[in-house]
């Protein structure tokens, strides 16, 4: 029994003792405006904001150090929760706890994601249509 208890403490120990990894992640990301209206994109805890008028798009990009893997989603270190305001006048926040969105911004699935061959960088396209106008006008808060 102290051969069993010892034999995991050793496992635990050397789990917990990894070397952070060196890997640089790179992601290039574009938001594509298909709407009708202005948009704003707010972070919950600033006040950066990306503004795309109707029928543009907006890119950036930005890296992350560490695990490959985990470096797979979006908007990733940009805020817990996104405020995204159409037209000046009416706000739908994604990642609420009042309500869901059917399509996060801050979700990776919701994206067209693709990757340079033998290279860790991403490429990530989100397209923001009348249908999230629709459902932002059902749920969301006017100004």
Known sequence: MKKYIFTLFA???IISCRKESNIITYHNAEIINNTSHSVKITKY????????????FYTFSY????????NRGFFEGFGDSLRITYNDTLNVYHG???YNVARDARNALFYTHSQTQGEDIHYYKYTLTNTDFNEAVMIGDSL
């Open 96 to 98: 609420s706890k009042r």
């Open 11 to 13: 496992i635990a120990l």
């Open 45 to 56: 805890d600033s006040q950066d904001t990306i503004e795309i008028d109707s029928a543009q």
């Open 63 to 70: 890296q992350v150090q560490g695990d490959a893997e985990r």
